[in-house]
């Protein structure tokens, strides 16, 4: 298992897309440590030859049939938007 | 320094369903702004995706068509990353257990003449893989605007090795698939309306050299021309670099068909991390050999092997089974032209040029069309027993053509059937040779030509009903008495 | 003190308007005014809509008159006020999961269990406060102010679902609707001296609850009494069509089928594992829940020690899993759609990091953040992987254990309600907090929390019973067999 100290918070919260001020970044660096450090016990753990779990009880083929059903009317799409304008949403200028 | 291309595609089609991949509200290209959307579309809070039993149906037929390895089992993952385009700000894909791996595409290289078979090669298959499209961003002054009526659309992501060696190869590898897609009911895979994209990876090296050069991603190749000119482009910029002692740099560029130039796309210094998990959301897939074997069951003939078999049993030739064979439909209309004419060459005549241009003229799609096999393979008959002359059947195809009378009844109407009275025939035929001792002359001295010194004075007295086939043979049995 | 309509269950309120002792839209009008009193000190509802519930109330007058005429059946919870999480879709209302980021959010559909509630005739009533986007213990993570424990207001009425156990505490609610995905309905149950119910992963649809850790959520009800529990778990259960990770099991009857296993006298096998009595555990809920397992012997239920030997990794893998799905299910909220869009986002990527940013809550932020890490290139397999191979070890445990016995009993949580404050700049300690819980939901099983007495201080202490997987009917009628013996559940806060 990696290392608590490997846990580089930048490069994380610019993953997540969320700016931290630098108050947060001290504060959650240590909780986080600590939480990381707890975690960190999980390696004790034998888990040679065990299966992983993603879902308590697994099923196969979950599926609907292909049938066309009708959707929000575009008012309804629209209600929240913070910004709209022609039916669409309006966001700022993307920056590739 | 020669060099060799080596260039991969991964091309993304979308799956032909009425549904879109995870909720069932409508998929389609072309409806006013954001009318084909559900709270699932659009990532409300609280909502769930469900898989579209079809989509799944229809990539195994892919697979299969291709010769896919079909796996038993295969799951969900969730691809993350921001875009304003995604609604969930992740988009459900297959990462490491993708449904297709292997398999490969046939694909026909330009021959030394339009009319000859050009050269056939597989191009080899890494996988395939179903996920979900995006919305669409339209760039505005200072602003993007955002329509989610394409996002959730199914959208099968085909990825081939790095085996292609040549823009020819790359278009004639997109021909393929697309006619495959087509065939199997699977896609319409119409560029222009985005349900077939490629992007291509192209790198050059030194021939002999083993190791692969660095790699150019090339985007937006929106038609499939600007596919072949891209890639074309792309190897030369490379080749260009190179020669002149610099270094390619491994990035993503945009090449802009109308100008025929690329540029490199400035990405922000972002490193991509995915962070790929399953889906909780989402059950795996477990395709068994009853699944399989039912879709299989319902699988098309390929079109190569389809034309390998109209050349073999209908001894066409190859440029009328490159008409017919690139559309399913057409080659079956063929087959049945054929099949209640007896000629099928001829059939094949009617239906490429006559029957291709009419529709083309008109805009009528070949299932609209009022001729159907069975009025080809009567007229054709028509003209083989010599009730009707070939400029006469022209007509009578045209008028079919519009009004779906039989050809029959065309010619009954118009009056333009050929002249079989024998005895008329006997007559003017020994009426022509009476009149021109010097051809007899010059014909029973062995010239075969001074017979067609006959023909026009018999013509002229049928007034152009009479078959040539027959004045042909009227004439030389009455010069060999 | 004599019993008002609002304090009083499910079982009796809906003889009551059976009989026309009381209509429906006389008792939301008790409901109303004791929340009108009661909500400035509880706090635990984020919105009302008294008008809309009145009319909801009379609505159901007279569907249940209608059916009277025709000799149509009526549901148990016709006519019956429940509150509803803030985390729960119901159309045209509000739905902010206590965040800043869906402050003005107005869902436009109903969740399958919202439709299934209406279904059934009951009042959707409130928007009931919790830990922002259900991640909390304490309630103290809400946007929108804390709720507080309705027998001690300094204290907290634990979380997630703070407010759903508070209103039905506090006389606010009948019943009410909250989501489990590591005890945040039974830990706060336990610390409101009411029943609260994590069903089977699967038994109830998640569609429309608003995804924390979707391999974990699950949905379930908060009520005075075991049989209500079972009323409004029956109401909401069954396959989704919408949900793919609902399962297509029968509901059972499950008021019915525990009444058929007191008849046959069934003598329960009741595992006590020892990994939950060991440190950190309030010797007052130890002596509480000693007490109540004594009774379940007095009952002749054959009361045995069992090992859950994983326990103690238990909170580790939660907090790896959880975070992780957390990390991808928030990334929705990013001001594109809908909720809080930043005035100040230079373009479309400053949008992202600024409404985030502000949107979001510290809690919420560190949970993010950590999944993010431990999903990230490198070490995805160390953490994300290992957690899940733990979470088999987890759960082979509790299905090792039912060889031996039919339910596992342990304390719902290791201390009663704590202080305002007093876990909050700490993360760790609230996580571990969780430690009795948080099996129960790694292992997909119904877990319930019922009263089992007070500390000398007056603060409720609870029971947690774990079943089964989709043997509810069994876990709740272990429960009542319990709670026909004491009278914990009519001792009312004092407000």
Request: net charge negative.
């Amino acid at each position: 298992m990696p290392k608590p100290e490997d846990f580089n918070l930048d490069h994380v919260a610019n993953l997540a897309r969320i700016n931290l001020t630098a108050e947060e970044k001290t504060r959650f660096s240590s909780q986080l440590g600590d939480v990381l450090t707890y975690i960190a016990q999980l390696n004790e753990v034998n888990v040679d030859g065990v299966e992983p779990t993603a879902h308590a009880f697994p099923v196969v083929n979950v599926w609907a049939d292909d049938v066309a059903e009708a959707g929000l009317p575009v008012e309804d799409a629209l209600r929240n938007a913070p910004e709209k304008r022609d039916n669409m949403f309006v966001v700022p200028k993307v920056v590739e | 320094m020669t060099y060799e291309t080596v260039i991969g595609l991964e091309v993304h089609v979308q799956l032909k369903t009425r549904s879109k991949m995870f909720t069932r509200v409508a998929a389609g290209y072309g409806h006013p702004e954001n009318t084909l959307t559900d709270p699932v579309v659009l990532a409300l809070p609280g909502t769930l995706p469900v898989m579209n039993k079809d989509a799944l149906d229809k990539i195994i037929k892919a697979g299969l068509l291709l010769g896919c390895d079909i796996a038993p089992v295969c799951k969900w993952d969730r691809k993350n990353y921001f875009y304003p385009d995604s609604p969930k700000n992740y988009q459900i894909s297959q990462y490491d257990q993708p449904i297709c791996r292997g398999g490969s595409v046939e694909i026909e290289l330009p021959g030394p003449a339009r009319n000859v078979m050009g050269e056939h090669k597989r191009i080899a298959l890494t996988r395939i893989h179903l996920e979900e499209d995006v919305g669409k961003l339209n760039h505005g002054e200072g602003a993007s605007l955002v329509d989610f009526n394409r996002a959730g659309t199914p959208l099968m992501e085909i990825v081939s090795e790095p085996v292609i060696q040549s823009a020819d190869e790359a278009f004639a590898y997109l021909t393929a698939l697309k006619t495959i897609m087509i065939y199997g009911g699977i896609s319409d895979c119409d560029m222009e309306k985005g349900q077939l994209r490629c992007d291509a990876n192209i790198s050059i090296r030194p021939v002999g050299q083993e190791a692969l050069g660095t790699k150019v991603e090339l985007k937006n190749l929106n038609s499939f021309s600007f596919v072949r000119d891209g890639i074309a482009h792309e190897i030369r910029r490379q080749t260009a670099v190179v020669e002149s002692g610099g270094k390619i740099v491994q990035e993503t560029r945009d090449y802009d068909g109308q100008t025929g130039t690329s540029q490199s796309l400035r990405s922000k210094e972002m490193a991509h991390d995915y962070r790929y998990f399953p889906d909780p959301d989402l059950m795996p897939v477990e395709v068994d050999s009853a699944w399989k074997e039912s879709i299989r069951s319902g699988c098309p003939e390929l079109p190569f092997d389809k034309q390998r078999r109209l050349l073999e049993q209908y001894q066409v030739p190859y440029t009328i089974t490159s008409v017919l064979v690139p559309d399913g439909e057409l080659s079956d209309y063929f087959e049945e032209a054929a099949r209640l004419s007896g000629k099928p060459q001829a059939a094949g005549n009617w239906i490429t040029n006559d029957l291709l241009r009419e529709l083309g003229a008109s805009k009528t799609p070949l299932s609209a069309s009022k001729v159907r096999p069975a009025h080809v393979a009567g007229l054709v008959k028509l003209v083989e027993d010599g009730t009707i002359l070939s400029n006469a059947a022209k007509e009578v195809f045209i008028d079919m053509f519009h009004s779906g009378e039989m050809p029959e009844a065309v010619l009954a109407r118009k009056g333009l059937k050929a002249e079989t009275n024998l005895e008329d025939l006997e007559r003017w035929c020994a009426e022509a040779i009476a009149a021109n001792s010097k051809s007899v002359a010059d014909y029973k001295g062995g010239k075969e030509s001074a017979l067609n010194a006959f023909k026009g004075p018999v013509m002229r007295a049928a007034k152009g009903k009479a078959d040539p086939k027959r004045v042909d043979e009227t004439l030389r049995r009455l010069l060999a008495q | 003190m004599p019993q008002e309509l609002f304090n009083k269950p499910v079982t009796e309120l809906s003889g009551m308007l059976a009989r026309g002792e009381v209509s429906a839209v006389e008792l939301m009008r008790s409901v109303a005014e004791r929340t009108r009193k009661v909500e400035p000190k509880v706090h635990a509802f984020n919105s009302l809509d008294e008008e809309d519930a009145l009319a909801q109330a009379a609505a159901s007058d007279a569907r249940r008159a209608a059916a009277k005429a025709s000799g149509a059946e009526v549901h148990a919870l016709e006519g019956i006020p429940i509150g509803i999480k803030d985390v729960i879709s119901v159309a045209g209302q509000p739905l902010t999961a206590s965040s800043r980021m869906l402050a003005t959010f107005v869902s436009p559909y109903d969740a399958t269990v919202t439709t299934k509630l209406k279904a059934a005739g009951a009042i959707c009533w409130g928007r009931l406060n919790l830990d922002e986007f259900a991640m909390g213990s304490s309630t103290e993570n809400s946007a929108f102010g804390v709720t507080s424990n309705p027998y001690d207001l300094e204290r907290v009425p634990g979380g997630s679902s703070g407010g759903s156990a508070a209103s039905v505490a506090a006389g606010e609610a009948i019943a009410s609707l909250g989501s489990d995905t590591g005890g945040s309905i039974r830990q706060p149950a336990a610390l409101c001296n009411i029943v609260g119910l994590k069903p089977s992963y699967g038994r109830v649809s998640r569609y429309g609850l608003i995804a924390f850790a979707s391999s974990l959520d699950q949905i379930g009800p908060f009520a005075r009494s075991v049989d209500d529990a079972a009323t409004v778990l029956g109401a909401i259960s069954g396959h989704d069509r919408r949900d793919s990770t609902s399962l297509r099991m029968e509901v059972p009857d499950y008021r019915r089928g525990m009444d058929e296993l007191r008849k046959s006298g069934r003598k329960w096998r009741l595992g006590i594992p020892k990994e939950y009595f060991g440190e950190g555990l309030d010797p007052e809920v130890g002596a509480a829940v000693q007490a109540a397992i004594a009774e379940y012997t007095k009952l002749g239920c054959e009361v045995r020690e069992v090992s859950l030997p994983h326990t103690k990794y238990a909170v580790g893998a939660y907090y790896i899993i959880a975070t992780a799905e957390c990390s991808s299910n928030l990334a929705r909220f990013d001001g594109v759609r809908y909720g809080h869009r930043s005035k100040d986002a230079t373009d479309a990527l400053d949008l992202y990091f600024k409404s985030r940013a502000e949107g979001f809550g510290p809690e919420v932020k560190r949970r993010i953040i950590l999944g993010t890490y431990v999903l990230s290139s490198g070490y995805y397999d160390a953490y994300y992987l290992r957690a899940q191979k733990v979470r088999t070890l987890i759960r082979r445990d509790f299905l090792e254990a039912y060889k031996q016995v039919d339910a596992i009993v342990t304390p719902t949580s290791p201390t009663p309600a704590f202080r305002k404050g007093e876990k909050a700049a700490n993360p760790l300690a609230m996580y571990l907090n969780d430690i009795y819980t948080i099996g129960v939901n790694l292992a997909g099983l119904p877990g319930i929390s019922i009263p089992c007495g007070f500390t000398g201080g007056g603060l409720p202490i609870g029971l947690q019973i774990i079943g089964q997987p989709f043997k509810e009917t069994e876990l709740l009628a272990v429960a009542r067999s319990y709670e026909e013996r004491n009278d914990w559940r009519n001792r009312f806060p004092t407000l």
